[in-house]
């Protein structure tokens, strides 16, 4: 019952969206005369209604202990403040968008894969990559990030630019703050978005930016590479040297901002980043067998076995894999076929900090030597 009535918000929702896009397609199309102009202005009004909707933040008794935070322990101005969340506006679309999906198909990491290494986007990384070339020498040899992770990386995010988002990054990040959807892990996801709109509001005074002049994705995540604001203010460097970080703008600042990222999170030059793995199975019963298996691939984000101490279970039939490095095994679910298992490094893990899922490291991964395969084809 719940998911059909989840099934029909999303397809009203789609189809309202969709109403707004079609008006403003036809708007682009039409000519200069007064019937056409009122049809701009009914498209706007729809588009209005059902992405930003005035909500009037400023009364939320939420925004009102959050001005309080802003005032005293940032000493935020108190006008500029209310001259920001009158301008601030619902998106509803955001609040759909965290929704849980409904119970479908098991995961299904050469599905998943296909979504990201497929040909417009290894093209598109090819032109990258040309453009880019001198900037990602410059990273590869002062932070030891390869091209390719960077590249792969920025391909999976965006598609170089393409897909950046349209929202308003503190209309997103505010409706998400204080009206995430009933989900599980509801309280803590507002804790974050809430954190997330402090440091938007922070890094906006910093690098004197108008808060409502940033664009984002629905969910708050900016430019080329999608920081978080937290991650803007932690990790995003100028890299062009022009006096200001614009990861929108600025593909060398969205480079060195990504490859700074990830040595903060531990990347190490030189290692590489995964190998394939077999599984084994061993003479203990299933139960054991089980119970072992769950500890091994149940030690979270991060590299924490010598290739010794993983055998008997896996193996890799790759003889360059270091044995004097630590390893986490990945696993790729497949469906109703075999999961396909990796060894990853450090490395692997770094990329994991990016974004929490192994599927998307290995998309970074695999994108980028696509890319890379086939520059040296042509
Ligand atoms: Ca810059």
Redesign the pocket.
């Known amino acids: 019952m719940a998911q059909n009535i989840l099934k029909i918000l999303r397809s009203s929702l789609t189809l309202a969206l969709l109403t707004t896009i079609l008006l403003h397609s036809a708007d682009a199309n039409s000519g200069t005369n007064s019937k056409h102009k009122k049809k701009k202005q009914t498209a706007k009004v729809i588009n209005s209604q059902i992405i930003k909707e005035n909500v009037h933040f400023l009364e939320w008794k939420g925004i009102q202990e959050l001005k309080q935070v802003m005032l005293t322990q940032h000493q935020f101005d108190s006008a500029e403040f209310d001259r920001i969340f009158e301008k601030v506006r619902f998106v509803e679309a955001a609040v759909q968008s965290m929704k849980p999906m409904p119970i479908g198909k098991p995961k299904n990491w050469k599905v998943y894969r296909s979504r990201f290494v497929e040909t417009a986007r290894v093209n598109a990384g090819l032109l990258f990559w040309e453009r880019n070339e001198p900037v990602l020498q410059q990273v590869e040899s002062e932070f030891g990030i390869p091209a390719e992770i960077i590249v792969g990386l920025i391909g999976v995010e965006t598609i170089y630019g393409k897909n950046m988002g349209k929202f308003n990054a503190i209309d997103a990040i505010t409706t998400l703050a204080f009206s995430y959807p009933d989900t599980p892990n509801k309280e803590q996801r507002s804790a974050f978005f809430k954190n997330e709109l402090i440091q938007l509001l922070l890094w906006s005074r910093e690098s004197k930016i108008d808060p409502l002049e940033i664009k984002a994705s629905y969910a708050g995540a900016i430019g080329l590479c999608q920081f978080m604001p937290s991650s803007l203010r932690s990790y995003a460097i100028?890299?062009?040297?022009?006096?200001?970080?614009?990861l929108r703008g600025?593909e060398?600042?969205a480079i060195g901002s990504v490859a700074n990222y990830l040595v903060r999170h531990g990347w190490k030059k030189g290692l590489p980043y995964a190998f394939p793995a077999s599984l084994y199975s061993t003479n203990l019963s299933q139960e054991t067998e089980n119970k072992e298996l769950l500890d091994i691939l149940g030690k979270g984000l991060r590299a924490s076995f010598t290739l010794d101490q993983l055998k008997p279970r896996f193996t890799t039939p790759d003889a360059n894999a270091p044995t004097n490095i630590m390893y986490g095994v990945i696993d790729l679910q497949n469906g109703d076929d075999p999961t396909e298992y990796w060894l990853g490094t450090e490395n692997f893990f770094a990329i994991t900090q990016y974004n929490r899922s192994y599927f998307y490291a290995m998309s970074v991964i695999d994108l980028g030597k696509a890319i890379n395969l086939a520059r040296t084809k042509n």
């Open positions: 100028d890299f062009d040297h022009d006096g200001k970080i614009d600025s060398t600042d």
